[in-house]
């Protein structure tokens, strides 16, 4: 059975950093796009990073420069890293790879 496992969570002033991290189990992870979806209330989910297999990388333009997506194959493991992070960064922060999806962590960004 394939889960993803988000953390990393947790409330942050405007300007600070959080650290996301999606441990994937089954063998879903290797050779797949992993990537980080975001959900505000009252908005869609949106994008926010991909990492292919090969390490190239997509970021939102909303997020450029400020966010890094890695991958850890070894571990099964996608990460995502928020610097300078503001309040519309504020979300529900979601991983997946093709139709599996974690339960989603908060992150909340106060001004």
């Known amino acids: 059975q394939v889960q993803l496992v988000e953390s990393g969570g947790g409330l942050v002033q405007a300007g600070g950093s959080l650290r996301l991290s999606c441990a994937a189990s089954g063998s879903i992870f290797s050779g797949n796009t992993m990537n980080w979806y975001r959900q505000a209330p009252g908005k869609q989910r949106e994008l926010v990073a991909a990492v292919t297999s090969g390490d190239s990388t997509y970021y939102a333009d909303s997020v450029k420069g400020r966010f890094t997506i890695s991958r850890d194959n070894a571990k099964s493991t996608v990460y995502l890293l928020m610097n300078s992070l503001r309040p519309e960064d504020t979300a529900v922060y979601y991983c997946?790879?093709?139709?599996?999806w974690g339960q989603g962590t908060q992150v909340t960004v106060s001004s």
């Open positions: 997946n790879v093709m139709y599996v």
